[in-house]
């Protein structure tokens, strides 16, 4: 199949080269059978049921994993229904979220569980292609651009008098990178408005390894002097703030441990070791009972039942 042979031959890192970054794009019918996800490619038959021809997700993202050290980027414009099924319990994504997340590549989806992406006969484009490329040039942040397809995609929709329900969804892998630039090279000043609000919240939290990151984030790509400069000042007094908490923290635990140096030479009367004056134990009496029995006052091998609740008493007790 061409389309297999395209991933596996032309695609490969052998053939291109290690990349950094990876996108890749599909638009076009998704389905899902016996939990597995598949594209249905140009070549792909509506008759074959065993969808032999069809380009499973898995082969598609153990391909793009080839490029170990790439930030990869899985984008479906298409349906997410099961084949054969209105029920859409399994639609298509489940797979490939599961795969997704194993290997560390984000998704995002044209629309969520259950629904359709809408071609739009105005735009000549699918709603999403054309929301993404329109959103891109200002987004670069998976939250912001997140937010831009969800509003945006549902009104060209309303717009073109198709159903508005589609939802686009951006899922990222590693949730780690939740405030990494999708393309840190096209950065715009929203992205870096956010970011610089971000740090500026984690630095008055005092989480400020976090806040650090994310200024590091500013210097990496921002193209404007003054906003490195205003990284450069924050990095330098939350490094400040961090060794003063680090002082801070040692002279506390040096405080502590000369309060508990001076405790061996108190007790409860103020003087001297605080176990001198403490009272000596009254020692266990050593005594011999004799018990009543039958035979007298005196103990016997053959003790009654009163003879030993006398011995549970009197002696075991003390």
């Given at each position: 199949?061409?389309?297999?042979?395209?991933?596996?031959?032309?695609?490969?890192?052998?053939?291109?080269?290690?990349?950094?970054?990876?996108?890749?794009?599909?638009?076009?019918?998704?389905?899902?059978?016996?939990?597995?996800?598949?594209?249905?490619?140009?070549?792909?038959?509506?008759?074959?049921?065993?969808?032999?021809?069809?380009?499973?997700?898995?082969?598609?993202?153990?391909?793009?994993?080839?490029?170990?050290?790439?930030?990869?980027?899985?984008?479906?414009?298409?349906?997410?229904?099961?084949?054969?099924?209105?029920?859409?319990t399994n639609s298509i994504g489940e797979e490939?979220?599961?795969?997704?997340?194993?290997?560390?590549?984000?998704?995002?989806?044209?629309?969520?569980?259950?629904?359709?992406?809408?071609?739009?006969?105005?735009?000549?484009?699918?709603?999403?292609?054309?929301?993404?490329?329109?959103?891109?040039?200002?987004?670069?942040?998976?939250?912001?651009?997140?937010?831009?397809?969800?509003?945006?995609?549902p009104k060209l929709n309303a717009e073109d008098?198709?159903?508005?329900?589609?939802?686009?969804?951006?899922?990222?892998?590693?949730?780690?990178?939740?405030?990494?630039?999708?393309?840190?090279?096209?950065?715009?000043?929203?992205?870096?408005?956010?970011?610089?609000?971000?740090?500026?919240?984690?630095?008055?939290?005092?989480?400020?390894?976090?806040?650090?990151?994310?200024?590091?984030?500013?210097?990496?790509?921002?193209?404007?002097?003054?906003?490195?400069?205003?990284?450069?000042?924050?990095?330098?007094?939350?490094?400040?703030?961090?060794?003063?908490?680090?002082?801070?923290?040692?002279?506390?635990?040096?405080?502590?441990?000369?309060?508990?140096?001076d405790l061996p030479s108190r007790n409860f009367?103020?003087?001297?070791?605080?176990?001198?004056?403490?009272?000596?134990?009254?020692?266990?009496?050593?005594?011999?009972?004799?018990?009543?029995?039958?035979?007298?006052?005196?103990?016997?091998?053959?003790?009654?039942?009163?003879?030993?609740?006398?011995?549970?008493?009197?002696?075991?007790?003390?």
């Amino acid at each position: 199949m061409q389309q297999s042979r395209l991933l596996t031959q032309n695609l490969h890192p052998d053939r291109i080269g290690q990349v950094d970054r990876f996108w890749f794009f599909f638009a076009g019918h998704g389905i899902s059978l016996n939990g597995k996800d598949y594209l249905m490619t140009s070549d792909s038959l509506v008759e074959d049921i065993d969808l032999r021809i069809a380009l499973s997700l898995d082969e598609v993202i153990a391909c793009l994993r080839k490029h170990q050290n790439a930030e990869i980027v899985l984008v479906l414009d298409s349906c997410r229904q099961t084949i054969g099924s209105r029920d859409f319990t399994n639609s298509i994504g489940e797979e490939t979220i599961q795969l997704a997340k194993s290997r560390g590549i984000t998704t995002i989806f044209s629309c969520n569980y259950g629904q359709f992406s809408h071609e739009l006969d105005s735009k000549k484009h699918g709603s999403f292609t054309y929301s993404l490329i329109e959103g891109l040039k200002q987004y670069t942040l998976p939250t912001q651009l997140e937010n831009y397809l969800q509003k945006y995609v549902p009104k060209l929709n309303a717009e073109d008098n198709k159903s508005s329900n589609q939802t686009p969804i951006i899922r990222i892998e590693p949730v780690s990178k939740v405030n990494d630039f999708l393309l840190p090279q096209f950065a715009s000043k929203a992205d870096l408005d956010e970011i610089i609000s971000l740090a500026k919240s984690e630095e008055l939290n005092d989480r400020f390894d976090k806040a650090r990151d994310l200024w590091w984030k500013v210097i990496k790509v921002s193209y404007s002097e003054e906003q490195r400069v205003l990284a450069q000042e924050a990095i330098e007094r939350i490094n400040d703030k961090k060794s003063k908490v680090a002082q801070e923290a040692i002279e506390r635990i040096n405080n502590e441990k000369t309060l508990d140096s001076d405790l061996p030479s108190r007790n409860f009367l103020g003087k001297g070791n605080p176990t001198k004056n403490l009272p000596k134990p009254i020692p266990k009496p050593n005594r011999k009972v004799e018990y009543m029995n039958p035979g007298g006052w005196k103990d016997s091998p053959n003790k009654s039942w009163l003879s030993r609740v006398f011995h549970y008493i009197f002696d075991e007790k003390d």
